[in-house]
């Protein structure tokens, strides 16, 4: 589901991606999934989402998931990113990637394995699943961030929210000087103050 909504940020009009019995395991007893009989019917049409046997494609692409390294933004949009180890690309008739890095303060072939960090920015819409929170905050507990550093945490539902809070994980992020926000856009549309706030 992560890529198929991130498959507009890369240009995409749609993604899909065929559903598979780790899907239908997730959907069970969701609020807005087929309940009792119809869990059934939504299941058998579901299966027959896959493309068909023998279908031709444009091109097809093979990713080792486990191979990609970790990437990092440099710029203003979520297409300007790259591996963690690598080095901002050097585009000389790029005007929209020139005024992008001017705006980071970067320069191109520079690495940002250095470079100071000021935000650090926790959540999406697409992800920040309850697990994340809870990786992120057993790290954090009994910690705090560094002076100067702000760092917002966006749950990537309502739902997760409160299953979040329930837990108690919200405390560890505010006792650590993270800010708790409300589930929305926030960081990945350039909007650090985020939706509702600081909760």
Not at 13 to 31: C, H, W
Not at 106 to 127: A, I, M, R, W
Not at 148 to 164: I, N
Request: aromatic fraction near 6%; proline fraction near 7%.
């Amino acid at each position: 589901m992560t890529v198929c909504n991130m498959s507009i940020e890369a240009g995409a009009r749609a993604g899909m991606i065929a559903p598979d019995e780790v899907t239908y395991a997730y959907l069970a007893g969701r609020p807005r999934a087929p309940q009792a009989a119809g869990v059934g019917r939504a299941l058998e049409a579901w299966r027959t989402l896959p493309s068909d046997p023998g279908a031709r494609f444009d091109r097809e692409v093979t990713i080792d998931a486990a191979a990609v390294e970790p990437m990092i933004t440099y710029g203003t949009n979520p297409g300007m990113v790259m591996p963690i180890g690598g080095q901002i690309p050097v585009r000389p008739d790029d005007v929209a990637f020139a005024r992008a890095l001017s705006y980071m303060g970067l320069t191109p072939g520079q690495p940002l394995e250095d470079q100071k960090v000021n935000v650090v920015f926790l959540g999406s819409c697409t992800n920040a699943r309850l697990s994340d929170l809870r990786e992120a905050a057993r790290l954090l507990r009994g910690r705090r961030i560094a002076r100067g550093l702000t760092m917002l945490v966006v749950p990537g539902s309502q739902e997760v929210k409160r299953q979040a809070e329930s837990e108690g994980l919200h405390r560890v992020f505010l006792e650590a000087g993270a800010e708790w926000r409300e589930s929305g856009c926030s960081m990945c549309l350039g909007d650090e103050r985020g939706c509702g706030g600081a909760g």
